[in-house]
């Protein structure tokens, strides 16, 4: 059972279609998509294939129209049964992976006024990550800068896997705008397919490509910490979200004994890698990709070395788990409190400010 007040760090809000993000366009880049005929396709990311059975569970279903894509939907099946105090929102659209830059910029700004009209307006619950076009840094931190005034927007969201590695200085510009704002960088599973999700290469299947989303977690982890993004931006934190969770105490253990050993080729990392990871990174709890017990919940908080680290998420309309078993029963009530609350609060500092 989930208490009250618990705050949802990863429901999806699906753009029904391009068509719909128009009047939220400027002019000029509505004109441009509909002279390209642009809004007869919708940009439905691979990552997330809308007829896989994982992307939508059966019960969330609606009769018409994508999961996720209308808001009576996500307050009969999320807000109103679980009632939480908030839920935010996160977009993953192919406005995040197109090549042109500045269209990539224009729909990204489609979709946050579209989430702000449509969704964040009409129900106070809800709170949303900026979307940004995660190959212009300089771009991204523009739409971030224009938003930020607006509180409701409580993070940047990112995909783990992109063009470059996430840490690379390159990326900088977006992690100083964020860090002066106190937006969290969410990084959700996806990539932009500039690269095989897998290392190894092009996989044939949506089963590799899911199941690799928590590898590209891993990657985008180890070069925020190598390059020193965590020093660089000090009170800069990052959500992990829908990677999985149990990859992380293997790759903390693998990261430190390696750093030992090779440590004078990044200086800047001056503490144990993992605990940097404890204090700075957080991960939403669905999938939980480890039997759905108590046990085994409380065996992997003690692998992380910590209690803070783990975010209650329901990940609506994923199909992660049936009825209202999101987390295991029988947890300790003050570790159900810190997860579902003020693990969240302690996370997303503008969830605590008053709003417009
Ligand atoms: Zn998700």
């Known amino acids: 059972m989930i208490p009250p007040g618990a705050i949802d760090c990863d429901v999806h809000v699906t753009v029904p279609s391009v068509r719909d993000l128009l009047p939220y366009m400027e002019p000029y880049w509505r004109e441009h998509v509909e002279r390209r005929g642009l809004e007869r396709e919708n940009f439905d990311t691979s990552a997330y294939p809308p007829g896989a059975a994982i992307n939508a569970r059966p019960d969330w279903k609606p009769e018409k129209g994508p999961a996720g894509g209308s808001l009576p939907a996500l307050q009969q099946h999320i807000l109103d049964p679980l009632a939480p105090e908030f839920a935010i929102c996160n977009v993953i659209h192919g406005a995040q992976m197109i090549f042109s830059e500045d269209l990539s910029l224009a729909l990204c700004r489609g979709i946050n006024n579209w989430l702000a009209a449509e969704w964040l307006d009409r129900d106070p619950r809800l709170r949303a990550s900026i979307v940004v076009p995660p190959h212009s840094p300089d771009l991204a ?13 409580v993070q ?58 928590a590898q590209g977690h891993a990657g985008a982890l180890n070069s925020l910490l190598a390059e020193g993004v ?24 693998r990261f430190n004994k390696t750093w030992r050993g090779v440590r004078a080729e990044v200086p800047w990392l001056n503490r144990l890698p993992a605990d940097i990871v404890r204090e700075r990174v957080r991960l939403t709890a669905q999938p939980f990709d480890a039997p759905p017990d ?16 783990l975010l209650f998420a329901t990940d609506y309309p994923h199909w992660h788990y049936d009825e209202d078993e ?28 008053e709003t417009p």
């Open 230 to 253: 965590f020093q660089k931006f000090p009170d800069l934190r990052v959500v992990l979200i829908e990677s999985g969770v149990t990859w992380l105490p293997a790759s903390m253990w």
């Open 141 to 153: 931190a523009e739409e971030v800068e224009r938003l930020a005034g607006d509180k409701r927007f």
């Open 294 to 309: 108590a046990a085994s919940l409380l065996s992997i908080l003690d692998q992380f070395g910590s209690d803070e680290m």
């Open 156 to 213: 940047v969201l990112l995909l783990a896997m992109a063009e470059v590695p996430l840490g690379r200085r390159f990326m900088w510009p977006l992690y100083r705008v964020a860090e002066k704002h106190g937006l969290p960088i969410g990084v959700h599973a996806g990539s932009s397919f500039r690269h095989p999700p897998s290392a190894g290469g092009w996989g044939s299947l949506y089963l590799e490509d899911y199941v690799s989303f």
């Open 326 to 353: 999101v987390l295991p029963a029988g947890l300790p009530p003050d570790l159900l409190r810190k997860i579902t609350r003020d693990n969240p609060l302690a996370t997303y500092p503008r969830l605590k400010q």
